[in-house]
T-cell receptor, first 113, second 115 residues
């Protein structure tokens, strides 16, 4: 049981490039989330999904896109990378039943130069 | 909208001593959970303790306990017998028990445990 996995762990992008951050969970959780954490700050919600085929915007969605074709996977797409997107990105998942605890992946450190 | 405030950006405690981290929140909801997450230098987010708003009894997990004051919207974390491994960022977080459960985080408190 790997929990929530994210790839890559680190990435450097040039301004204007695009990339996809991958997230997979093996706990059969319906809910999945993408957060970003800027230096010295808490986590802010980018997008979330309550099930396959259903996604919605969080607090800071501009410059990002998501899709959810399966329960397990929730990729985050960055189009036309900008320096303001330099951050650490966390994926998380949770079950709608029980304690509302969210399980986090190890994060991806992204630098846009 | 919910907000979570952590007013102590940094704290320091000696090994074996007790430290309390503060957190206040603002919500109009009545059904919610509160959490403390720990983020060590590895940056992994680790759940320390959770509190259900409907429970009056304060949650306890080994050396970690909370002081939950619902009327005051306060949720502090007490770490007893501090250990070097407790050195980390600590985030207070709130979640409303709705259909799309989204966590709202505070800005964090950096705790340094010293010898």
């Amino acid at each position: 049981n790997a929990g929530v996995t994210q790839t890559p762990k680190f990435r450097i992008l040039k301004i204007g490039q695009s990339m996809t951050l991958q997230c997979t969970q093996d706990m059969n959780h319906n809910y999945m989330y993408w957060y970003r954490q800027d230096p010295g700050m808490g986590l802010k919600l980018i997008y979330y999904s309550v099930g396959a085929g259903i996604t919605d915007k969080g607090e800071v969605p501009n410059g990002y896109n998501v899709s959810r074709s399966t329960t397990e996977d929730f990729p985050l797409r960055l189009e036309l990378a900008a320096p303001s997107q330099t951050s650490v990105y966390f994926c998380a998942s949770s079950s709608p039943l029980g304690s509302y605890e969210q399980y986090f992946g190890p994060g991806t450190r992204l630098t846009v130069t | 909208a919910q907000t979570v405030t952590q007013s102590q950006p940094e704290m320091s405690v000696q090994e074996a001593e007790t430290v309390t981290l503060s957190c206040t929140y603002d919500t109009s909801e009545s059904n919610y959970y509160l959490f403390w997450y720990k983020q060590p230098p590895s940056r992994q987010m680790i759940l320390v303790i959770r509190q259900e708003a409907y429970k009056q009894q304060n949650a306890t997990e080994n050396r970690f306990s909370v002081n939950f004051q619902k009327a005051a919207k306060s949720f502090s974390l007490k770490i007893s017998d501090s250990q070097l491994g407790d050195t980390a960022m600590y985030f207070c977080a709130f979640i409303h028990t709705g259909t799309a459960s989204k966590l709202t985080f505070g800005t964090g408190t950096r705790l340094q445990v010293t010898l």
